[in-house]
């Protein structure tokens, strides 16, 4: 068993994500021989994997851009030893898409509307709403063609241009607060309390791969959870441990879990 087998027998890869770490490695390979090379954009799980094969197989000149600090889609940047990983160097532009009648519209109508003009969801990352439009990062290429053809979003006329190095793109999400007291920060522990479900139904879920810690697949229901993890509960959604308090008098502890609304 290779190295690369290894690394998805351990990850519990399925048929595509083994194809993906495949791509991963030949890019790998191809930058040890002295090219860079930068994937497309890729789902928070292809990003964690990546990251996580790249300190696997030893590998120092990798780097995950997604335009602005924060993103949640990013590409994959793979560096020769003689080349300093930079932000500078990825084929990405920001695109502000705007128009004076753009606040009814939502991220899936931004979306929407540039996958319409025939790119590959890959090809596009982070779409960030603000006032008077949306912030939208591309691949360089398809960032010139929705800056040249995407005109309309529905019934509303957009104008689209390549932001500037000065502009500052910033997420705005929404969570809930969820407060709650544990027995422990075993994972069925905080996933009961974040989707109100028994500890039971919880270790249900977790057994049955239904849960992802910083986008790894968790079948284990004593892991430890530390602060700053991110959960993904199939079916209830995405949170985050954000604080870990003092323990009670009955040594239950206390922690405040944000959830994405």
Known sequence: MNLRERFCAAEQCDGDEKLFIS??????????RGSQRFSAFLTERESGLAERF?????????????????????????????????????????????GRMTGSLSHRDYL????????????????????????AVMTDTAAQLCVNELSKIGRTGVRCRICGDDEVIERHDEFESISATVASLRLDCVVSAASRL????????????????????????S?????????????????????IGDKTKKDRVHILIDRYV
């Open 112 to 135: 929407g509307s540039v996958l319409a003009l025939g790119l590959e969801r890959s090809m596009t990352g982070d779409i960030v709403i603000t006032d008077g439009g949306a912030y």
């Open 198 to 221: 028994s500890r039971e139904k919880a270790a249900q879920l977790i057994r049955s791969g239904m849960v992802s810690v910083r986008h790894v697949c968790v079948n284990d229901i």
């Open 223 to 243: 892991h430890t959870l530390a602060e700053g993890d991110v959960l993904s509960i199939r079916g209830h959604g995405r949170y985050i441990l954000r604080k």
């Open 23 to 32: 791509h991963v490695g030949d890019m790998i390979e191809a930058a040890e």
């Open 54 to 98: 790249c300190a696997y197989s030893g590998f120092h000149g990798f780097m995950l851009w997604g335009g602005y600090d924060g993103a949640q889609r990013v590409m994959a940047g793979f560096f020769p030893d003689y080349a300093e990983p930079s932000a500078d160097e990825f084929p990405l532009e920001r695109v502000f898409i705007g």
